[in-house]
């Protein structure tokens, strides 16, 4: 029994790195890199980051990762959480180097790019998600407050990132990208569905949420 726990416990670990490495490990192969500079290769790859560590935070928040305390969870959350917002910083700061029109265009919601508007909406969300939990404590944000403000914000990024992702054609494997981005999907709306029917079940028992 207890050997088949550490192996589901590797088991999960090993599928989340290679969820998250190899559409990184694929998009490192592709030719179109051969046409980039170097700051716009690390702003693409910034962006793919970004994508998988979306991924990491539902799966964090749900307590489906073996080998982390609940304490554990919420910290690799909020440090994730900044990861993720330092990841945008450099996927929007490389990409405005590279071209700053364009980066005008898409920050107005004026680009011509279907893929932009969503990329730009997801950014801005992370950013306030990312504000907020550093002043969380200086504005009195009570748990309740917070959840009402945090998950629609989380909608919205992980629906924003997964629509950018999926309606760009760059260096990202097709196949690997579209695999990241249901299970960003699924871990999302797993983890909303899982924490509904927690705080039901404790309002049924007569408890505060």
Do not use: N
């Not at 998250?20 to 790859?45: C, K, M, N």
């Not at 011509?112 to 730009?120: A, D, E, I, Q, Y």
């Not at 404590?137 to 919205?156: D, F, M, N, Y």
């Amino acid at each position: 029994m207890a050997g088949w726990r550490s192996a589901r416990v590797i088991l999960i670990w090993v599928a989340l790195a290679l969820a998250v490495g190899v559409p990184i490990a694929l998009a490192a192969t592709s030719e179109q890199l051969a046409w980039r500079g170097p700051v716009y290769i690390l702003a693409g790859f910034a962006g793919i980051i970004a994508l998988g560590l979306v991924l990491v935070q539902p799966l964090l928040v749900g307590g489906y990762l073996p080998g982390l305390s609940a304490y554990r969870g919420r910290r690799a959350h909020h440090w994730i959480g900044r990861a993720l917002a330092l990841a945008v910083v450099i996927h929007v700061a490389g990409l405005w180097i590279t071209s700053p029109p364009d980066m005008i265009d898409a920050l107005t919601y004026a680009s011509p790019t279907p893929f932009s508007p969503f990329g730009v909406t997801a950014m801005w969300a992370i950013f306030i998600v990312a504000i907020l939990a550093a002043l969380r404590r200086r504005l009195g944000l009570r748990l309740r407050t917070w959840r009402i403000v945090h998950i629609p914000l989380a909608i919205v990024i992980v629906a924003g990132s997964v629509a950018h992702c999926l309606l760009i054609e760059g260096t990202m494997e097709t196949i690997s990208k579209v695999a990241l981005c249901a299970l960003v999907l699924a871990a999302s709306i797993k983890v909303m569905v899982d924490l509904q029917v927690w705080r039901k079940r404790r309002t049924l028992r007569g408890e505060s949420p």
